[in-house]
Structures are given as structure tokens and as C-alpha cells.
């Protein structure tokens, strides 16, 4: 089996090398570009995307990162992630950030507002219940998070989120919208796959329901027979825990 990295510059990198360890899988933290060599996939967090766009850019990283998804390595981008696998991100701060690409979508980086508009939603999420199992929806965690405003026609949707009509983007002195077609539609869409990438808005590591690291590894190819059959048992226990339970979220600044 080969082995997972995470890029562990900033942000919740923990929490999923935390995940993976749940399913019996080393997760490798992945700091400078000749670390890419030795790794089968990769797992981009959740966190501040400038700030880890500064410190890829300050480590070399981006001509690597894009190198790795040019290869058809299986890539996992959440929150922070899916911006960096993005081709097209709006609503950037003054000057944007760099970003890898790969994945033929247009993105808008805090499209559900700061940090005090962090929320929680169950999500319906049919192509992840029809291969790993367990609940038709998954419990979505948000914070500070993007959303995917439009995809190409290799993406496939895996997940979305209605929009109140009268909902408004998230605009401070800080932040530039960058395009006015860029507003809010009935649904937008919050999980995607194309070919070997999958993209999540929300952070599934942060919940102790592994269903998506398990799909993952599985469509990376990293697991197969009695184990993947053993991540399923895993993932259903996981998602049948008391839903009541509160898990201390970090603060991403």
C-alpha cells in the first residue's frame, strides 16, 4: 500500500493524519517538495489557504504539488484544499494567492463569511453512502469555508447546500469580489470528484465519522478487499456515535 501524505504547512493536518490512523493508515507529513517523491496520494487540509499558499510559495511547493497532480496522483483538497486545487478562485483577498489547479471548477474562498458564521449541516450525500455505507447524510462541518460555483463537464457533484434567496456574500475591507456574476444560487456545491481528485468545502476530519478518508483511500486505490471491507465496519460505527457529542474545533487564522 502506498503511502499518504498531508501537507502539513498549517491547519488541520493533525486531525487527518488522526482520521487515517483510525482506519489502520499512516499518514506522512509532507513539508518540502522532495517529500512528493515518496508518497501514492495526498491529503491538502483545511486552514488559512493565503497563509498556506504563502508558505507552499516560501517552500518551493507549487511547482511539486502541480507536478503531482499532472501525474494522476489521487489528491484531496478540503476547505483551504479545494481552493488550492481549484483552476479558477474569486473572491480572494487583494492580490489573490497562488493556486495548484487541476480541478475544472471556479471557487469562491469564504463564501459563507468569517469565522463567527462557521456552522454545522447534514448534507445528503448519496455517492458516499452508496460505497461506504452508513447514513444517507453526513454532518458537515464549515468554517470559514468556500464553495464551488461552478464545475466542468468531467466533474462529478457528490454534495450541495441550499441557499436562502435572500442570502448575501460575505464582503469586507479585506476582501475583493472579484467577479458580479459571482452570487448565490439555489444550491451550491460543496463536494466534487474528477478523475483522481476529490474536493470537499466542508472538514470531514473534524468529525469522528471517517466515510470520506475511506472513500479516499479507496478511490486512490491505496485499499482494496477484507481491508476495505473492515474501513465500511469502521466508518459505520463512527457515524452511528452519539450525535450529541461535541468535538473542540481549531481556530484557523
Known sequence: MGAVGVLALQG?????IAALRRLGVKGVEIRKPEQLQSISSLIIPGGESTTMAK?????????????????G??????????IFLANKAVGQK????????GLDCTV?????????QSFEAELLV?????????PETFRGVFI????????????EVLADYPIPSNKVLYLSSAVEIQEESAVPEKKVIVAVKQGKLLATAFHPELTADTRWHSYFLKMASALGGATSN?????SEAASSSDPQTKYDLPIFR
Open 12 to 16: 488541520s493536518f493533525n486531525e487527518h
Open 230 to 234: 473492515a474501513i465500511v465496519a469502521v
Open 73 to 82: 496522483k489521487p489528491v484531496w483538497g478540503t476547505c483551504a484544499g479545494l
Open 144 to 155: 470559514r469555508a468556500p464553495a464551488i460555483l461552478k464545475v466542468g463537464p468531467e466533474v
Open 108 to 116: 469562491h474562498r469564504n463564501y459563507f463569511g468569517s469565522q463567527i
Open 55 to 71: 508558505l507552499a510559495e516560501l517552500h518551493n511547493l507549487f511547482p511539486a504539488l502541480r507536478e503531482f497532480v499532472q501525474m
Open 94 to 101: 487583494e492580490g489573490g494567492q497562488e493556486l495548484v489547479g
Open 126 to 134: 448519496p455517492e458516499l453512502a452508496s460505497k461506504e455505507g452508513g
